[in-house]
């Protein structure tokens, strides 16, 4: 699965959530890049981990981090202080989580506030992601499963909507939400998928919305041709190129996501390596084999980076001539092509060989 499963921990009473074996970095040592939204990388960067001198000003002790209590707090007739507490996040950042009534009175509140360094977040939405990646072939890996705090911000004059996906913090704001005297516009938690298709050679992710994975989907070679029979090699058949199939060669594969049959050609003349590997899916076209990228996935929130687990992405042209690519993920299959790619029968001194790599890509949550 291109997509782990997920494991629970205990944390502070809360059910905490490990999104991949690897140890977490903070989210300082990672450029955030998605062409659907700029989320500003430097907000990021100046909550972790953050100076405590502000936050604890108004934190609670974190021993009780798992229950709501009624705040010490000054009250006043247009902002009253009605529960409180605070966080260490598991990126190192210091957050406060309040719940305050704007409009009088001490019965309820109407407004949940995260307050991390200088920035203060106003609480948006309350999410339940399910997260999945897709492959141009419609294949989906996943799901992910997670919570996620939308808050909104000011930046530069602008507002900013981004996310807060610590379990502790957002389970805090969950039990908020669930008391009978919210008021706030948050009323329940909500169920959203997270749309994520691979977007460059070097493996990134993007955030899709449900009609620009509809068209992304429907615009694919591979995906809109499913079960047609013809093959995309049509045009190098007529230059000899089906010639120099090695048919001994030929290989079929169970793979995680279907059945695959692999062809290998010789283009050089000598028939003891290929140049070119071909893979065909059953109901799927062929496609040339460009490379295959294990891309280790990271989602950033403002107090925690959560791990998608590293994907098989095996990038796929539908001519070897042709700088045309698409991705399928499948993790059987993307050993067998390293397999084959490290043995003596591949030939990696061609003029454009083709290439095997690791890679993380970093995309920041927000009002997705």
């Known amino acids: 699965m291109a997509i782990q499963a997920l494991s ?9 959530i490990s999104f991949g074996k690897r140890g977490e970095k903070s989210a300082k040592n990672h450029n955030v890049t998605s062409p659907v939204k700029a989320v500003p990388l430097a907000v990021l960067i100046a909550m972790s981990p953050l100076t405590t001198t502000n936050a604890e000003n108004i934190m609670r002790a974190e021993s009780n981090a798992h229950t709501i209590e009624l705040a010490e707090a000054p009250q006043s007739q247009s902002r009253v202080l009605m529960y409180a507490e605070g966080f260490t996040s598991q990126n190192g950042s210091k957050v406060a989580v309040m719940a305050f009534n704007t409009k009088g009175g001490t019965d309820s509140f109407d407004q949940i506030v995260l307050k991390v360094g200088e920035f203060t977040f106003e609480a948006k939405d309350l999410l339940l992601r399910e997260g999945y990646l897709y492959s141009s072939n419609g294949v989906k890996e996943g799901p992910l499963r997670f919570k996620e705090v939308i808050a909104e911000t000011e930046i530069d004059g602008k507002k900013e909507r981004l996310s807060f996906v610590d379990p502790n913090i957002v389970n805090y704001v969950e039990a908020l939400v ?10 329940n938690i909500r169920h959203a998928d997270l749309n994520m298709v691979v977007a460059s050679s070097k493996g990134q992710f993007i955030f899709l919305t449900d009609e620009d994975l509809k068209n992304h989907l429907e615009n694919s070679t591979l995906y809109k041709l499913v079960g047609s029979n013809s093959t995309l090699y049509d045009g190098m058949m007529t230059e000899g190129f089906a010639e120099n199939r090695l048919d001994a060669w030929e290989r079929r594969i169970q793979g995680s996501h279907g059945n695959y049959i692999m062809k290998f050609y010789d283009i050089d003349d000598n028939p003891d390596n290929a140049e070119v590997i071909v893979v065909q899916k059953e109901g799927d076209r062929d496609g040339c084999i460009e490379g ?5 996935g990271k989602l950033h929130g403002v107090d925690n980076a959560l791990s998608t687990g590293v994907a098989s992405v095996i990038r796929i042209s539908p001519n070897p001539l042709s700088n045309y690519e698409e991705y399928i993920t499948d993790d059987i299959l993307a050993n067998e092509i390293v397999k084959f790619y490290n043995s003596p029968k591949y030939n990696k001194s061609q003029k454009y060989p083709m290439t095997v790599m690791q890679s993380e890509s970093n995309l920041a949550l927000g009002d997705y």
């Not at 629970?8 to 905490?16: F, L």
């Not at 295959?292 to 280790?296: H, I, L, P, T, Y």
């Open 292 to 296: 295959v990228v294990f891309v280790d």
């Open 8 to 16: 629970s921990v205990t944390n502070k009473g809360y059910s905490n």
């Open 178 to 187: 669930a008391q009978p005297t919210n008021k706030s516009n948050i009323k």
